[in-house]
């Protein structure tokens, strides 16, 4: 049974560009996460995917947008980079219960 | 507001134990998790507290008071393996989200 899985693991992308990170949620879970995790802090949240829409978000701008498409994988898009925006992007999927959270390993976006 | 504040770092010595205390600050408290982060990894889940009081699964076990808005995480028997950050984070009635703290970075030494 295959985990969070999460593509592509690391990314350079250069300021003003646009990027799209991909993450399919483990067998079985129909909720999907983001969350931005910074050098050295936690795990930010940035918005939750449930039956195609975002059901809640996080105090992030815009730029940030995502999906669910029918098998339940999502994509996170980040309009107009910023050097700010450098971190490890996290998904997590559940069945919409805080106690079944799994991450996935995290792509690593670094913009410069 | 939301605030969770735990220790930024800790050193520990294989084989001892260690408490890893987090105060948090939360409205609609749903819950209190640990999770274990080794470096460049995705954080994986240790425990989590609902209820006052203890629980335990092997090596590591939490508590909760939530009166103090406080918890803290035990390692026994402190093995090499067990030095990554270690985030606590709270859930809230009627979200779908963790917040987190910044992580506390164990590092266990022979």
């Known amino acids: 049974d295959a985990g969070v899985t999460q593509s592509p693991t690391h990314l350079i992308k250069t300021r003003g560009q646009q990027v799209t990170l991909r993450c399919s949620p483990k067998?079985?879970?129909?909720?999907v996460s983001w969350y931005q995790q910074a050098l050295g802090q936690g795990p930010q949240f940035i918005f939750q995917y449930y039956e195609e829409e975002e059901r809640q978000r996080g105090n992030f701008p815009d730029r940030f947008s995502g999906h669910q498409f029918p098998n339940y994988s999502s994509e996170l898009n980040v309009n107009a980079l910023l050097l700010g925006d450098s971190a490890l992007y996290l998904c997590?999927?559940?069945?919409?219960?805080?106690?079944?959270?799994?991450f996935g390993p995290g792509t690593r976006l670094t913009v410069t | 507001g939301q605030n969770i504040d735990q220790p930024t770092e800790m050193t520990a010595t294989e084989g001892a134990i260690v408490q890893i205390n987090c105060t948090y600050q939360?409205?609609?408290?749903?819950?209190l998790f640990w999770y274990q982060q080794h470096a460049g990894e995705a954080p994986t889940f240790l425990s989590y507290n609902v209820l006052d009081g203890l629980e335990e699964k092997g090596r590591f076990s939490s508590f909760l008071s939530r009166s103090k808005g406080y918890s803290y995480l035990l390692l026994k028997e402190l093995q090499m393996k067990d030095s990554a950050s270690y985030l606590c984070a709270a859930g809230q009635t009627g979200a779908n989200n963790l917040f987190f703290g910044t992580g506390t970075r164990l590092t266990v030494i022979p």
């Open positions: 997590a999927s559940s069945t919409g219960t805080l106690y079944e959270q799994y």
């Open positions: 939360t409205s609609g408290f749903n819950g």
């Open positions: 067998s079985g879970h129909d909720t």
